[in-house]
Structures are given as C-alpha cells and as structure tokens.
C-alpha cells in the first residue's frame, strides 16, 4: 500500500479508501449492501490490515446506519482512531421534514452534530458536501462549513458531484472572506465514466485538490461478472443498475480488461482498479466490498503494474470523444509550444 498527500494540506493518506456504503441496508440502500455489524466490523479490520487507513462514509448511508455500524468496528476492534482519516457527509435527505436535506446552515450544522454522535467520534477528519443544493446560496454553505471546522467538529471540507464553475465559485467566496476552502473532491470516475478528465482534473491539478474517485468499477459493471454473453452477472447492477454507463461501449473495454488481466494472472476487476489509481491526478480510490475475499483482491490490486502498452489499450478503447471548447484549445495551442533547437 502506498500513501498520498491529501491535497495541499499535509495529510497523508492510503492509495485505497474504504467505503461502506454496503453497511446497513436500510430500504433505498438495501441493494447496494445490506451488511450487519459482525461483517462490517470484519471488513473494516481487514482494511486496517491491509494497510488502508482511510474510511469514507456518508449520513445518508442507510439513513446513518453506515455512520453508527463504522463507529462500532473501530471501537469494538481497538483500532486507534487517531491511526484513522474518518470521511462523512452532509446534503442527503434524512427524513421527511422540509429542513433535513439540503446545505443550508440549519441543515448542516444539525447533520455534524447527529453524524459525530453515530460515529461516537469528538471530530471527523474530512466532511464532504455531497451534492449540490439549488435552494441554498453557496455563500451561506461555505460559511457554515467554515464554522464546523472552526469548531473543531471537522478538519477539512470537500466537495462531491459539484461541476467545476460552481467548486471554483465556492472556493473564491471562502478566499475572499478568509474561510476555509474545499481540499478534496470525490467524484464517478472509471474507465467507464471518465467525464471528470475534462474539466474536474484539470481543476484540481491547477488547485492542489486531492481527488477520490467513487466507483471506479462502475458499480461493478467492470469488476468481470458482466460481458456481451453474461449481462445478469448476479451483483448489484441486477438490481441497482448505477451509475449510467454506455454499456455496449463498456463491453468492447471488459474484453480488453480480461485480455490484459490474463497476461497478468490477475482479476479484471484488479486491472480496472489499478488504472484508475495509476491516472493523473489520483489521491485515493474509494473501494467497497461485500466479504472480505473481495476486500482482499481490491487491497492487491494495488500491486499491479501495468505497462505503458496496458495503459495505452485501455486508453484508446476507452478515450473520451472530444467536445467543444476541448478540441479548440487543442487546436489553437498548437502554435504555443516551447521547441528545443
């Protein structure tokens, strides 16, 4: 296992994060994972075990069933908290009441307080906006997470599934008050779904943002149980079929992923994990499992390799169609390149 730098903060974190949107299972939640306590608590030491020091949760898991289940396994395994970089989030709707969803500061302020006591934790280390809110101006968002962090309730604050203008709009709203600003985003990104390269990367290059990719097997439409022969391959997409991926397209890449992991005697859902982490960029995957064979083959997909001719396959099958202005700036920057005599 490797470790990045979070950003530009100094925090330092495992190459692999541990998601536990599987633990819980209550009703909307219950086709992703519907993991009890004993299985969580495993899956959760296994993690530790294999190096991964990075947990990444969200209030509106199982309608905190996910948040109150993690809280359990450290304690109840001994795990040392401190060891631990502890991730939430806030935006998601909790129940029925009008003000229980949403990024205003009524909202967030109460969703910490609840997210801290199913935890059983004085702080968490990352919390995350979770979604973008129409109703709430964005001012009134970034001062409020500035307020938790002031607090001490949260470290740092990140941003998940915000286009780019608006991470950029937020961030010049806390610079021009002196707030704290975003350090970290997490968005869909896999070789199925690589939206974010167009804009939301270049982004955090140019901004020193850590980046951590949810569902880098596209909910598991690339982990190798599903081809053009097999399209029910009896995980969740049976069920739960998301996020949105062109999946003919998806087919032509699981051909080219099976063919590669031969070469290397290893799964194709270990190939497809491995060039996420191994693209530009790149702070931590976030991983999840249902049993801990699986856990286990994810933390090994850490060790392969892929070669530049791997990563050149996997690229071209998968490349992004060019857009507008994309294919603009390509053209016109043609004339600006430094040439060595």
């Known amino acids: 296992m490797k470790y990045n730098l979070f950003g530009n903060t100094g925090l330092i974190v495992s190459e692999l994060c541990f998601g536990t949107m599987t633990f819980g299972g209550e009703g909307y939640w219950k086709p992703i994972g519907a993991l009890q306590q004993d299985d969580a608590t495993t899956l959760v030491k296994g993690a530790v075990d294999g190096g991964i020091n990075f947990m990444d949760t969200a209030n509106v898991y199982s309608y905190g069933e996910s948040e109150r289940m993690l809280g359990n396994a450290i304690r109840s395994t001994g795990i040392n908290r401190n060891d631990l970089v502890i991730a939430t989030k806030v935006r998601g709707r909790m129940n029925e009441g009008h003000n229980n969803a949403g990024l205003s500061r009524y909202h967030i302020l109460q969703s910490v307080d609840d997210s801290l006591q199913r935890l059983q934790m004085d702080h968490v280390d990352i919390l995350y906006v979770h979604g973008v809110d129409p109703l ?11 307020d938790v962090v002031a607090a001490g309730k949260v470290r740092y604050i990140a941003v998940c599934n915000w286009p780019a203008w608006l991470v950029m709009k937020a961030q010049g709203i806390a610079q021009e008050h002196g707030w704290h600003k975003f350090e970290g985003l997490q968005y869909f990104y896999s070789l199925a779904g690589r939206d974010i390269e167009r804009e939301i990367i270049p982004m955090a290059q140019d901004q020193k943002l850590a980046v951590m990719p949810w569902s880098p097997l ?26 949105p991926v062109d999946k003919e397209r998806a087919y032509d890449m699981i051909d080219v992923l099976a063919e590669i992991s031969k070469q290397h005697n290893t799964s194709v859902a270990g190939v497809a994990l491995a060039w996420v982490r191994m693209q530009a960029g790149i702070t931590s995957t976030i991983i999840g499992a249902k049993t801990l064979e699986q856990l286990n083959d994810n933390i090994a997909s850490t060790n392969i390799k892929l070669t530049a001719d791997d990563l050149k396959k ?14 603009m700036v390509e053209r016109q920057n043609s004339d600006r390149q430094i040439k060595n005599s």
């Open 136 to 146: 709430t101006p964005v001012e009134q968002t970034m001062r409020a997470l500035n």
């Open 218 to 243: 596209a909910g598991g439409f690339m982990s190798g149980k599903y081809t053009r022969e097999n399209k029910t391959g009896g995980g969740r997409r049976d069920n739960f079929d998301f996020p």
């Open 314 to 327: 996997l690229d071209d099958i998968s490349a992004l169609k060019k857009e507008y202005p994309g294919w």
